[in-house]
């Protein structure tokens, strides 16, 4: 079997998907996208495809190190996300060719299921405690939400204060047993963080995401000191050599990484294997589509320290779709009692409809984050 062509398109809401094709007539699915960076992403996946056209697609190991090591410079949200779409249609490609889900391929599953968590309330967080409540009506049982609006490096107390009253009603709404989980989203520096996460202990959160930037991790070691909440983060990390540094200084609970940005399931899988030496949680970050969802649960089914995945369905960000549009066979994600079922259709486990695809590639996206200011004019953290 060798590989003939890689196709990409952009759909919305906010969205990059791949399709690789093999002279078999087998075809691999995969999500290569940085979100507000699609166009870039795809084209560095057509860069990589001079490479991998007429190779053999059952070679991931292989074809994983020449896609990360062959260009001599490395690493980073564009290249990595583009090298995780592939990866992610090349298991789709392997397990459909052998018959068997990829977590088969992996292992084996050692879960059936795993619980996720609804987004509440937006990029500033509005009607939480409303949402949360329809949250669990549902069925979920944790929700995650904005910890805070922008926070200025060094700022008042009643940034703070509103911060807390909106995870304090949050809290009030949903009772004391519903997990909730508040992410900073790096909007909030070390003096402030140590605060916050002082005043947020009384509402036991799941975790605190992102308390601060990954690249100020040192302070994690400070800030830990000031809560118990376990603290999480590593959506904006890469590769198993950026979560090498977080799991070795010893302050972070769980880790985040995105399967659609952190290298795809091959290198998801070592950097959830080194994690649970650590004794560290897997939380697989995904605000994303469909075939991102299908591989982070690959990752779930196999990790013996996955315990909750994130979920985009219905989140603020799906304004024209959402993550079942795309699919033939949209009952494979079995939302049930705050869990979702692993899949066991060969590859991935999903069916992309294609024509839908194609369709909604016409109109596209040129998606961005919003960019933010402080009262003073310098520039926020989003």
């Known amino acids: 079997m060798k590989i003939t062509k890689l196709t990409t398109y952009i759909v919305p809401p906010r969205w990059l998907f791949l399709k690789v094709e093999t002279d078999e007539g087998i075809v691999g699915w995969g999500e290569p996208v940085v979100e507000g960076r699609a166009l870039t992403v795809e084209a560095a996946v057509h ?3 001079d490479y991998l056209v007429g190779k053999d697609p059952f070679l ?6 020449v896609m990360y090591r ?3 410079y490395r690493g980073g949200a564009i290249h990595m996300s583009a090298i995780s779409g592939i990866d992610q249609a090349l298991w789709d490609i392997k397990g459909k060719a052998l018959g068997v889900p990829v977590h088969q391929l992996l292992g084996g599953q050692c879960r059936d299921r795993i619980k996720v968590y609804s987004w509440i309330g937006g990029d500033r967080p509005a009607d939480v405690a409303a949402a ?9 049982k944790a929700v995650k939400m904005n910890g805070c609006e922008e926070m200025q490096i060094v ?15 949050v809290r009030e709404a949903v009772g004391p047993y519903i997990g909730i989980g508040a992410d900073f989203h790096g909007r909030v520096h070390k003096p402030m963080a140590k605060v916050l996460v002082r005043e947020l202990e009384p509402y036991k959160l799941l975790f605190i995401e992102e308390p601060v930037l990954s690249e100020n991790r040192e302070a994690l070691k400070e800030i830990s000191q000031h809560c118990s909440v376990p603290i999480a983060l590593g959506e904006r990390l890469y590769s198993r050599w950026d979560f090498k540094g977080v799991l070795s200084d010893g302050y972070v609970d769980i880790i985040q990484p995105d399967l659609s940005h952190a290298g795809g399931i091959t290198e998801c899988r070592k950097i959830a294997t080194m994690a649970e030496a650590y004794d560290v949680a897997l939380a697989p970050h995904c605000p994303l589509g469909p075939i ?11 990790s013996y320290n996955a315990f909750i995945q994130e979920q985009s369905l219905g989140i603020h960000y799906n304004k024209n ?5 795309y699919l033939s066979n949209p009952e494979v994600f079995r939302y049930e009692d705050g869990f979702v079922s692993i899949p066991q259709g060969p590859g991935l486990g999903v069916e992309v409809n294609e024509a839908y695809v194609i369709e909604r590639a016409k109109e596209g996206h040129r998606w961005r984050n919003p960019i933010w200011r402080h009262a003073d004019g310098s520039f926020a953290e989003w």
Do not use: M, P, Y
């Open 60 to 65: 991931i190991e292989d074809h994983w190190n």
């Open 155 to 169: 700022d008042a107390h009643e940034r703070v204060e509103k911060a807390v009253e909106t995870i304090a009603a």
């Open 47 to 49: 860069e990589l495809s």
């Open 132 to 140: 949360a409540k329809e949250a669990v009506a549902r069925g979920f």
């Open 292 to 302: 991102a969802l299908a591989a982070c649960l690959q990752i779930d089914a196999v």
């Open 70 to 72: 062959g260009g001599f």
């Open 321 to 325: 779709n959402d993550i079942l549009d």
